[in-house]
């Protein structure tokens, strides 16, 4: 039964040491900022896989099958037989992508039991943190504190809705001050072993 991982939050709130902390566990392969199935997806089937396909190999030098990803039907399909190609894996995969935990219902319908871990983190220093790392311009930066908000927000609705062997939402805050009782609580959860 496919239990994929799908890890969000706003930028500069953890979700690169989450994904990376997952990718290190023997069973499970978790891309990062290559993907980005459920933020690049769109309604044409065949257009979004070559692009998908096209962008990875570009940017990270990964590939996939594409006449294998083609053959399938569903949406859920596409995105597990392209995941697991890409890794020539049978392990349990995970995605992290910054900015799309409006996509986590999606997500949690495709895979009824996927998981997601939803990072959230102090939107005082988030902005901090953003001021340094973006290029934006201006003051333009500010604008992270109303996607920390959003997605805090989302975490809350989130939490209500979701199970927890589902949905989680982890503080970074927490993460980084008690990592192995984090991990070990998440492993527990989701029933990875630790």
């Given at each position: 039964?496919?239990r994929?991982i799908?890890i969000?939050?706003?930028?500069r709130?953890?979700t690169t040491?989450?994904?990376?902390?997952?990718n290190?566990?023997?069973?499970?392969?978790?891309?990062?900022d290559?993907?980005?199935f459920?933020?690049?997806?769109?309604?044409?089937?065949?257009?979004?896989?070559?692009?998908?396909?096209?962008?990875?190999?570009?940017?990270w030098?990964?590939?996939?099958d594409i006449?294998?990803?083609?053959?399938?039907k569903?949406?859920?399909?596409?995105y597990?037989?392209?995941?697991?190609?890409?890794?020539?894996?049978?392990?349990?995969w995970?995605?992290?992508?910054?900015?799309?935990w409006?996509?986590?219902?999606?997500?949690l319908?495709?895979?009824p039991?996927?998981?997601?871990?939803?990072?959230?983190?102090?939107?005082?220093?988030?902005?901090?943190?953003w001021?340094?790392?973006t290029?934006?311009?201006?003051?333009?930066?500010?604008?992270?504190?109303?996607?920390?908000?959003?997605s805090?927000?989302?975490a809350?609705?989130y939490?209500?809705?979701?199970p927890?062997?589902?949905?989680m939402?982890?503080?970074?805050?927490?993460?980084?001050?008690?990592p192995?009782?984090?991990?070990?609580g998440?492993?527990?959860?989701?029933?990875?072993?630790y």
């Amino acid at each position: 039964m496919r239990r994929p991982i799908f890890i969000t939050g706003v930028p500069r709130s953890g979700t690169t040491l989450m994904a990376q902390i997952i990718n290190n566990h023997p069973d499970i392969n978790c891309a990062y900022d290559s993907v980005n199935f459920m933020r690049f997806w769109h309604d044409d089937k065949h257009e979004s896989i070559q692009d998908t396909h096209d962008r990875i190999q570009k940017r990270w030098g990964m590939s996939f099958d594409i006449e294998k990803v083609l053959e399938q039907k569903t949406k859920a399909d596409i995105y597990d037989t392209m995941m697991k190609s890409i890794f020539d894996s049978e392990k349990t995969w995970g995605e992290k992508t910054t900015m799309c935990w409006n996509a986590v219902p999606e997500f949690l319908e495709m895979f009824p039991n996927g998981r997601v871990i939803h990072m959230i983190r102090d939107p005082r220093d988030v902005l901090a943190s953003w001021k340094k790392f973006t290029n934006a311009p201006g003051n333009d930066y500010l604008d992270i504190v109303f996607n920390c908000l959003g997605s805090m927000q989302r975490a809350k609705l989130y939490s209500k809705r979701y199970p927890i062997e589902n949905y989680m939402h982890v503080r970074f805050e927490d993460l980084v001050r008690h990592p192995e009782e984090m991990v070990r609580g998440m492993c527990y959860l989701f029933d990875i072993e630790y």
